[in-house]
Protein backbone atom coordinates (compact mmCIF):
# COMPACT_ATOMS: atom_id res chain seq x y z
CA UNK A 1 0.00 0.00 0.00
CA UNK A 2 0.79 3.43 -0.47
CA UNK A 3 0.32 6.56 1.99
CA UNK A 4 0.08 10.24 0.96
CA UNK A 5 0.05 12.75 3.64
CA UNK A 6 -0.04 16.20 2.81
CA UNK A 7 0.13 19.44 4.55
CA UNK A 8 0.41 23.25 4.22
CA UNK A 9 -2.93 24.49 4.17
CA UNK A 10 -4.01 27.25 5.50
CA UNK A 11 -5.41 31.03 5.09
CA UNK A 12 -4.14 33.57 3.14
CA UNK A 13 -5.23 36.58 1.56
CA UNK A 14 -5.62 37.00 -2.05
CA UNK A 15 -2.10 37.54 -3.99
CA UNK A 16 -0.44 35.53 -1.34
CA UNK A 17 1.55 32.13 -1.20
CA UNK A 18 1.36 29.06 0.04
CA UNK A 19 3.21 25.77 -0.39
CA UNK A 20 2.00 22.24 -0.18
CA UNK A 21 3.63 19.17 0.71
CA UNK A 22 2.87 15.80 0.10
CA UNK A 23 4.97 12.71 1.54
CA UNK A 24 4.87 9.42 0.52
CA UNK A 25 6.05 5.72 1.89
CA UNK A 26 4.95 2.47 1.74
CA UNK A 27 5.12 0.59 -1.46
CA UNK A 28 7.63 2.05 -3.97
CA UNK A 29 7.02 1.72 -7.66
CA UNK A 30 10.01 1.78 -10.26
CA UNK A 31 8.23 4.64 -12.19
CA UNK A 32 5.25 6.67 -11.42
CA UNK A 33 3.29 9.92 -11.83
CA UNK A 34 2.32 12.00 -9.14
CA UNK A 35 -0.60 14.53 -8.93
CA UNK A 36 -2.69 17.87 -7.39
CA UNK A 37 -5.80 17.90 -7.24
CA UNK A 38 -8.31 20.23 -5.67
CA UNK A 39 -12.12 20.53 -5.29
CA UNK A 40 -14.44 23.20 -4.15
CA UNK A 41 -17.53 23.23 -2.47
CA UNK A 42 -20.20 21.96 -4.79
CA UNK A 43 -17.98 21.39 -7.43
CA UNK A 44 -16.17 18.55 -9.28
CA UNK A 45 -12.44 17.50 -8.17
CA UNK A 46 -10.33 19.40 -10.62
CA UNK A 47 -6.63 18.67 -12.07
CA UNK A 48 -4.01 20.92 -10.62
CA UNK A 49 -0.38 19.86 -12.02
CA UNK A 50 1.64 16.63 -12.11
CA UNK A 51 5.05 15.43 -12.87
CA UNK A 52 6.82 11.97 -13.12
CA UNK A 53 9.04 11.16 -10.20
CA UNK A 54 11.30 9.92 -12.21
CA UNK A 55 11.65 13.46 -13.39
CA UNK A 56 10.85 15.25 -16.99
CA UNK A 57 8.37 18.21 -17.79
CA UNK A 58 5.89 18.94 -15.65
CA UNK A 59 1.94 19.57 -16.54
CA UNK A 60 -0.74 22.43 -15.17
CA UNK A 61 -4.34 23.11 -15.79
CA UNK A 62 -4.62 26.30 -17.20
CA UNK A 63 -6.27 28.07 -14.56
CA UNK A 64 -3.25 27.67 -12.25
CA UNK A 65 -0.24 27.91 -15.14
CA UNK A 66 2.58 30.65 -14.40
CA UNK A 67 1.22 30.71 -10.27
CA UNK A 68 1.96 27.29 -9.48
CA UNK A 69 4.57 24.97 -9.75
CA UNK A 70 5.28 21.64 -9.02
CA UNK A 71 8.57 19.81 -7.36
CA UNK A 72 9.59 16.89 -5.93
CA UNK A 73 12.46 15.71 -3.77
CA UNK A 74 13.04 12.38 -4.23
CA UNK A 75 15.47 11.99 -1.08
CA UNK A 76 12.64 13.00 0.86
CA UNK A 77 9.81 11.37 -0.92
CA UNK A 78 7.72 14.49 -1.02
CA UNK A 79 5.83 16.55 -4.03
CA UNK A 80 5.01 19.70 -3.48
CA UNK A 81 2.93 22.59 -5.44
CA UNK A 82 4.44 25.79 -4.28
CA UNK A 83 0.71 27.96 -5.22
CA UNK A 84 1.97 32.49 -5.90
CA UNK A 85 -0.72 34.89 -6.58
CA UNK A 86 -3.56 33.20 -4.86
CA UNK A 87 -6.93 34.12 -5.84
CA UNK A 88 -10.13 33.71 -4.33
CA UNK A 89 -11.43 31.27 -6.77
CA UNK A 90 -8.50 28.87 -5.56
CA UNK A 91 -9.93 27.95 -2.46
CA UNK A 92 -10.74 24.22 -2.14
CA UNK A 93 -9.37 21.08 -0.49
CA UNK A 94 -6.01 20.14 -2.13
CA UNK A 95 -5.53 16.35 -2.85
CA UNK A 96 -1.85 14.61 -3.79
CA UNK A 97 -2.31 11.50 -5.65
CA UNK A 98 -0.18 8.88 -7.10
CA UNK A 99 -0.74 6.78 -10.33
CA UNK A 100 1.53 3.90 -10.75
CA UNK A 101 1.71 4.11 -14.47
CA UNK A 102 4.34 6.44 -16.55
CA UNK A 103 1.86 8.53 -18.58
CA UNK A 104 1.15 11.97 -17.06
CA UNK A 105 -2.64 12.04 -17.36
CA UNK A 106 -5.47 14.75 -15.72
CA UNK A 107 -7.71 12.54 -15.19
CA UNK A 108 -8.67 11.43 -11.42
CA UNK A 109 -9.97 8.02 -12.22
CA UNK A 110 -5.67 7.38 -13.48
CA UNK A 111 -4.77 8.27 -9.77
CA UNK A 112 -4.56 5.05 -7.48
CA UNK A 113 -3.50 6.24 -4.63
CA UNK A 114 -4.99 9.99 -2.72
CA UNK A 115 -4.06 11.52 -0.09
CA UNK A 116 -6.58 13.07 3.03
CA UNK A 117 -6.54 16.31 1.63
CA UNK A 118 -5.82 19.34 2.96
CA UNK A 119 -8.10 23.42 2.90
CA UNK A 120 -6.59 25.67 1.33
CA UNK A 121 -8.74 29.11 1.37
CA UNK A 122 -7.62 31.76 0.02
CA UNK A 123 -9.74 35.44 1.16
CA UNK A 124 -10.12 38.53 -0.81
Known amino acids: QVQLVESGGGLVQAGGSLRLSCEAS????????MGWFRQAPGKEREFVAA????????YYADSVKGRFTISRDNAKNTVYLQMNSLKPEDTAVYYC?????????????????WGQGTQVTVSS
Open 26 to 33: GRTFGSYV
Open 97 to 113: ALDPGNRVSDQSYEYDY
Open 51 to 58: TRWTGGRA
